[in-house]
């Protein structure tokens, strides 16, 4: 849609399409769909719905993709060995790269505005970031989260400058926004009401 939310344009007809990204080049939509009757996969399409391509052929949940800042990866969430870990690949599927390895669940990947670190939700819900490799990992945030209940930190999303970073948080008993410096400090919460605030996006 456009920015005051008319224009709307409906370009998928699915069970489950979910979590689009635009390239940076703005010539394609990196989704995940569950139209070809099995779990989520990883597609691409143009703007206009059309020239649908799946990247991945596994009978697992694969979502969430993010594209590189450059448009040549994409990282996504997979759990295609067992439990959800961070993988990324070339736009036409191919060179996947595994970059975590643990048993726990990593995922909601994003890229640095630079291309040089992937912040993403980690072990107890944390927020983390590494390297593109996937070394150098850092943790950011420590609320004693455990697997499941209160203080879960989750959907990391960089800042232009790549000086901060925004995500989500139930740390004060309900779903809210909040953001930090990019090593974890300075954090500051946005958003305070009973609502489900979720998902944060900078404007560029």
């Not at 594209?67 to 993988?87: K, L």
């Not at 232009?160 to 989500?168: E, H, K, M, Q, S």
Request: aromatic letters at 12%; charged letters at 25%.
């Amino acid at each position: 849609m456009r920015p005051d939310g008319t224009g709307v344009r409906q370009l998928t007809v699915n069970t489950w399409d979910y979590g689009p990204a635009w390239s940076p080049d703005g010539t394609r939509i990196a989704f995940a769909s569950s139209r070809d009757g099995d779990d989520p996969g990883i597609y691409t399409m143009l703007p206009g719905g059309t020239d649908v391509r799946q990247l991945t052929l596994n009978d697992t949940w694969e979502f969430l993709p993010a594209w590189f800042p450059d448009g040549t990866r994409i990282a996504f969430q997979s759990d295609r060995d067992g439990d959800s870990e961070i993988y990324t690949m070339r736009p036409d599927g191919t060179d996947v790269r595994r970059l975590t390895v643990n048993d726990w669940v990593d995922g909601a990947p994003a890229w640095s505005p630079d291309g040089t670190r992937i912040a993403f939700s980690g072990r107890d819900y944390e927020i983390y970031t590494m390297r593109s490799d996937g070394t150098d990992v850092r943790q950011l945030t420590a609320n004693d989260a455990g697997n499941v209940g209160p203080q879960v930190n989750v959907f990391p999303v960089w800042s232009p400058d790549g000086t901060r970073i925004a995500f989500t948080s139930d740390r004060d008993g309900d779903w809210e926004i909040y953001t930090m410096r990019s090593d974890g400090t300075d954090v500051r919460q946005l958003t305070a009401n009973s609502w489900t605030d979720t998902r944060p996006a900078w404007s560029p």
